[in-house]
């Protein structure tokens, strides 16, 4: 299922657009032209742009702008946007403090 | 590292009512929620349900919540709160956070239902205050009882947007538009109704061109859009407003099922799991409810999670032979009943243009919100009779069926399926009592009386806004579209136990306006 996207392809220049400035990322503030530019210099995934641009990765973990960013790579590569794979689910699924994380309690409570 | 039976992630409408199966069969079961509260977001439905009887139609969600937690409580589900499930690994195991620490589970079977999230929509201006997902203005109102605002502007006409719109009038906000990008109403049309006949505008084939303001929302324009869903220049149209509510579609919230690394599946909008019929994943015994396996809502969620723990029950042998196969069949039949008509899952995205009985779908209801004057007698439901009768405006496939059983004379029938059209018995002879009108979950059902003496008739609409005007109250009758028609005065109000508090306000207004007026408005409000 995880069908990628031909690289080798010419996607063409980045062109800015008049919406560019719109925050999609709203945790970590990362904008509509800031996305569209990391297609276009070629991450071509939703992991490739996540670790460049950290969109999806701060307090609420993409619960908003997941689908919107995956949307945006889609609509920039010409693709429909199931060709594109969701971000990895990972432990924790829930933004947890580090000192919680560590303190494994051996019975359940 | 504690064990049980069962465990149950999220503590909703499908959670609780998997937990509540499986316990019946003797399971030991835990269920884990990271909300203070159980019922994930049954308790915020203050609205009348659909179905039939088998499915608690016409009893409101949030009761439906209460008597499911009930049931789970008597049942002994252990039900963990502010317990944030953060892994879901091999051989079901289950890491929850716990106070200021981590407590590892395992389930011998694990269901996940953690429902799902709101789909966000991007304009200039979406990240001022103000602007919210229409189910996070549900949740201020209905759970933390604070007024998301004054003015509203709902984005999104399917169900959320409609009865989330609805609700926020009853909170006392006025809304100033209903606005979808699609051609026509996405959600069911009498909810449509119910807001239209308030006055409330509806712009299909709109979207939201910029929120307006600098610190908060002041104001929005919206503009038609196109055939490629761009806006027309010079289609623009500004709103006063301090609120934009987003309802536009949910996304499932797969996180757990992708970590444990069950076999995902596109949709088209999103990755959702590939489940057998009683939700199994591809991993043995883990199962996904609900909305997690894809977006339906409250009724069917209940009847999946209940799928899901009888189906636990069985792998694990806590039911076997016919008692299994019997209680599966009884699920599966009435899950497959609540999926039908033409909002069923599987007729999503097609335009339905008829009735199962040939009748067309009232084009003015799916491109305004209401219905015409003159189609309205077109339909089973509506017919003209001399004395007091019920005026059932009830036009589109939808699976519901209370009034049927509201009332006590039989005047109603609803032939064939549970998606069929009311029709009325004139002969069965209307006694008044309103059961069918405070039965009705979309509001549709009116009596109507066009000889009420001195050449007047009597109207009774369903009403459920506080404060409830009073007998003898003087107001303005309004139609089906919300345009004021005449002066009103108010001539009984009920409200029975029977009703759960839909009350029954009727109104006098001349004979030739009785089949029209469909609501009414105090005169200082108009």
């Not at chain 1, 210099?41 to 973990?61: P, S």
């Not at chain 1, 949307?71 to 429909?80: D, F, K, N, Q, S």
């Not at chain 2, 799928?307 to 076997?320: E, K, N, R, V």
């Not at chain 2, 009735?355 to 007698?377: I, Q």
Request: aromatic fraction near 6%; include cysteine; proline fraction near 5%.
């Amino acid at each position: 299922m995880n069908m990628s996207v031909d690289r080798t392809r010419d996607f063409g220049e980045y062109v800015p657009a008049p919406d560019d400035d719109i925050i999609i990322c709203r945790c970590e503030e990362v904008t509509k032209g800031e996305i569209r530019r990391a297609v276009r210099d070629g991450m071509f995934n939703v992991h490739e742009v996540r670790r460049f641009l950290r969109c999806g990765m701060g307090l609420c973990q993409g619960q908003t702008c997941a689908r919107l960013v995956r949307t945006l790579i889609a609509r920039e590569l010409g693709v429909p946007p199931g060709v594109l794979d969701e971000a990895t689910g990972r432990a924790p699924a829930r933004p947890t403090e580090m000192y919680v994380f560590a303190n494994e309690k051996m019975e359940g409570i | 590292m504690t064990r049980y039976d069962l465990i149950v992630v999220g503590a909703g409408p499908a959670g609780l009512s998997a937990a509540a199966e499986a316990a019946a069969a003797g399971m030991r079961t835990a269920v884990f929620d990271e909300n203070l509260k159980p019922g994930g977001q049954l308790f915020k439905q203050i609205h009348k349900f659909f179905g039939s009887k088998e499915h608690k139609a016409k009893i409101r969600g949030m009761n439906i919540g209460a008597e499911l937690l009930g049931e789970a409580e008597r049942l002994g589900v252990e039900v963990f709160l502010s317990s944030p499930v953060m892994g879901l690994y091999k051989d079901r195991e289950v890491l929850v956070r716990q106070g200021d620490g981590v407590c590892r589970y395992k389930g011998d079977a694990v269901i996940v239902a953690t429902g799902a999230s709101e789909n966000m929509l991007t304009f200039p201006g979406w990240t001022l205050p103000g602007v919210m997902g229409a189910g996070a203005a549900q949740t201020m109102m209905n759970v933390n009882r604070v007024r998301p605002g004054d003015r509203v502007l709902m984005l999104g006409s399917g169900n959320v947007g409609l009865v989330v719109g609805f609700q926020l009038l009853q909170a006392g906000c006025s809304l100033a538009a209903v606005v979808d990008a699609a051609p026509r109403v996405g959600g069911y049309g009498v909810h449509a109704a119910k807001l239209a006949r308030t006055g409330v505008p509806f712009y299909l084939s709109h979207t939201i061109v910029r929120a307006e303001g600098t610190d908060r929302v002041t104001g929005v324009v919206i503009g038609e859009v196109d055939g490629k869903w761009n806006v027309i220049s010079g289609t623009e149209k500004r709103f006063e407003a301090d609120t934009i509510c987003i309802a536009v579609g949910l996304s499932s919230s797969t996180q757990l099922l992708k970590m444990a690394g069950c076999e995902m599946r596109d949709d088209g909008a999103g990755r959702l799991p590939v489940c057998a019929d009683d939700g199994e994943t591809s991993i043995p015994r883990v199962y996904a409810a609900g909305d997690v396996s894809g977006i339906e809502e409250a009724s069917s969620a209940m009847l999946e999670g209940r799928i899901s723990g009888a189906a636990a029950a069985g792998a694990l042998g806590f039911i076997t032979g016919d008692a299994l196969l019997s209680r599966k069949a009884e699920l599966e039949a009435a899950l497959e009943s609540l999926r039908e008509g033409m909002f069923a899952p599987k007729n999503r995205g097609k335009l339905p243009d008829k009735t199962d009985v040939g009748l067309p779908v009232s084009a003015s209801l799916l491109s305004r919100g209401y219905l015409g004057d003159a189609e309205v007698f077109e339909y089973p439901g509506v017919k003209r009779a001399s004395g007091l009768h019920p005026v059932m405006e009830c036009t589109q496939n939808i699976p519901c069926d209370p009034c049927r059983d509201a009332c006590p004379k039989g005047c109603i029938k609803v032939r064939g399926g549970i998606v069929s059209l009311p029709e009325l018995d004139e002969a069965a002879g209307c006694v008044g009592c309103g059961l069918c009108v405070a039965a009705c979950s979309g509001q549709s059902i009116f009596l109507v009386n066009e000889n009420a003496g001195d050449g007047g008739a009597e109207v009774t609409i369903p009403y459920e806004f506080l404060p409830l005007p009073e007998k003898g109250e003087r107001g303005v009758a309004l139609s089906r579209s919300g345009a004021a028609l005449c002066p009103a005065e108010i001539t009984d109000v009920k409200l029975l136990p029977a009703y759960d508090k839909t009350a029954l306000v009727t109104l006098r207004v001349p004979t030739a306006l009785a089949m029209k007026a469909r609501f009414w408005k105090r005169e200082a409000s108009v």
